[in-house]
């Protein structure tokens, strides 16, 4: 029987997470093991905690929340308590609410679940949604594409190299089809909101940014034309073609 590991960065109460669980147990005969941060986790990227103790909790059979423990803490624990002589077949880290896409996936925790898989040598999908209005989060072509690549994966193989994972965003709106495509450029700021507290003490809340991008035939760019996209990430950041360049610089200092 194929073997899947499930996480997030939303938390083990995630709706998401929930729903994605019933579709693929319904869909698939495969052993899921779900094992998710105990809060939410959303922008941690690939940290793992080496500073505290971690500790599972049993939620429920083959169900378990890491107590404050990141996406990456996830997977590479549940590698060493629960696949000590197995690897699984598939880490699938996600569905995340919000999208990831562009420069973002530095920032994303889906993201860096799906990193410690492939890291490990263990095909991994991070999987994400675009939400407009978060009251009315549709899930249903989500749900629907990633069983289909799911049981692709499991029946005719991973499609990427070693240490490449593929980041999936869904469209909030009508689905209107599926792109390969490069990660986008966003437009980044520095804006925060400043308050003060009772005493006058200021402290700061970092805001949620708007998708503003730049380039035509990028993730970003089809998400908001209601497209799901599929972009393979690797986790080689070498900027090859920037060699001669140094080279030279280097020469002539």
Known sequence: MKRILITNDDGFESEALLKLVKRLKKDLKAHILVVAPARE?????????????????KVAKDFYKLDDGTPSDCVYLALAKFYKKTLPDLVISGINKGANVGEDISYSGTCGGAMEAVLQGIPALALSQLYENPKKLNYKNALKITSKIVKKILNKGFPLNKKEFLNVN?????????KICKMGKRVYNFKASSHSNPRGQEFFWLPLTDLEFRGKNSDVAFLKQGFATMTPIRLDFTAYESFKTLKKWLRNT
């Open 41 to 57: 986790k959303s922008a941690c990227s690939h940290a793992i905690t080496l500073s505290q103790p971690l500790r599972f909790v």
């Open 170 to 178: 869904f469209p909030a709106k009508k689905l209107r089809g599926i």
